[in-house]
């Protein structure tokens, strides 16, 4: 997928956690979509416990010259900290850069496709064999 060099950089924001492996899937979001579309920029912000959170990251951004920012919130649904913490959050934002486009997505478990998705791959895990036993599956 080719996109045009005026396309809005990408945030994926994500809750974050202290274990340091956890942002590993967003590594690999960030990858994917890198291989898809050459020259797309990506990166990534956390609301807490790891860095940059998203006011770090735009003020980032904008410095470096970004003038049009996309949020891709990577939650399951629209609520809790979407509904309650955003919308000043980047108000905020918005305030503090006037002269940058800053636009919040939905939750991409809101999307249909996110939900076939996880659909689809629950339902293979009934024909495979790619299950850990519940009390293994977290870890010590």
Do not use: K
């Not at 967003?26 to 959170?53: D, N, W, Y």
């Not at 980047?90 to 249909?112: H, Y």
């Amino acid at each position: 997928m080719s996109l045009s060099a005026d396309a809005p950089t990408l945030i994926l924001f994500a809750h974050g956690a202290r274990d340091p492996q956890w942002d590993a899937p967003l590594h690999r979001i960030a990858a994917a979509i890198r291989e898809r579309s050459p020259g797309q920029q990506v990166t990534m912000a956390f609301l807490g416990l790891r860095a940059p959170t998203l006011d770090t990251c735009v003020e980032t951004l904008v410095a470096d010259g970004h003038r049009s920012l996309l949020i891709v919130p990577i939650f399951v649904a629209n609520s809790g900290h979407l509904i309650r913490e955003m919308p000043p959050l980047i108000d905020a934002l918005q305030t503090r850069f006037p002269q940058v486009q800053i636009a919040l997505a939905d939750a991409v478990g809101e999307a249909e496709p996110v939900v076939q998705a996880i659909a689809t791959h629950a339902l293979s895990l009934l024909l495979t064999s790619e299950t850990t036993p519940a009390n293994d599956s977290l870890g010590p």
